[in-house]
């Protein structure tokens, strides 16, 4: 009876070294050395950055290619950092006090991983709010037939004002086109149509 219960335990210590020994062999081949030590192979492509946060504070960035990290109580987020389209339409007041409806196409890019996480929850919404208020603040200083005539004093005001409006949440304005620039009249008339004052 002890020979057998010997064997049986023998049995299974060997079977537990095997299981063991191939789950170690198995975890050789797809995580390299480097993972049999708690280590994860992290690739990074070329239009990205990876920050890496431990337990919830900012340890470092990954640049672009194939890097080691130990991975416990670690969290990983890639961003993209490729440039993004936005296409808007808005209306606005010029020096010379014309309502004009802007049609512009802007290209904007994340320029500060870290600032871009960090400090708003969704980027695209800030870009479009920033950006619509350059575009009013840029046709506040200039006369109309000057925003309807000279695209491209606008267009370099316009990124100039959107650089230093998107800097702080890490992205920058990489170009900026006006498409379109209506004249819809003087505010002043467009005031007295609304109140029954124009001429009919």
Not at 74 to 93: F, K, M, N, S, T
Not at 137 to 143: A, L
Not at 167 to 176: A, K, N, T, Y
Request: negative net charge; glycine residues 8%; hydrophobic residues 45%.
């Amino acid at each position: 009876m002890d020979q057998l219960l010997g064997s049986l335990l023998f049995s299974l210590i060997l079977i537990s070294l095997v299981v063991g020994a191939w789950a170690w062999v198995l975890a050789l081949f797809r995580k390299g050395i480097m993972g049999l030590f708690g280590f994860d192979r992290v690739i990074v492509q070329q239009f990205e950055n990876v920050l890496i946060y431990k337990d919830g504070d900012f340890e470092r960035s990954l640049a672009p290619g194939a890097c080691w990290i130990h991975g416990r109580n670690r969290q990983l987020i890639r961003i993209d950092l490729r440039p993004e389209v936005y296409r808007l339409g808005q209306g606005a007041i010029s020096s010379d006090h014309f309502a004009i409806n802007v049609l512009y196409v802007a290209r904007a890019q994340i320029s500060d991983p870290r600032a871009s996480f960090e400090t708003t929850k969704n980027y695209r919404d800030e870009i479009v709010v920033r950006l619509e208020s350059v575009v009013k603040k840029v046709c506040s200083e200039k006369s109309r037939m000057q925003i309807q005539t000279n695209h491209q004093d606008f267009d370099d005001s316009a990124r100039q004002a959107a650089n230093l409006a998107l800097r702080d949440i890490g992205c920058e304005c990489v170009s900026f086109e006006l498409l379109q620039a209506d004249s819809t009249g003087a505010v002043a008339e467009l005031d007295d149509r609304r109140v029954g004052f124009g001429p009919h």
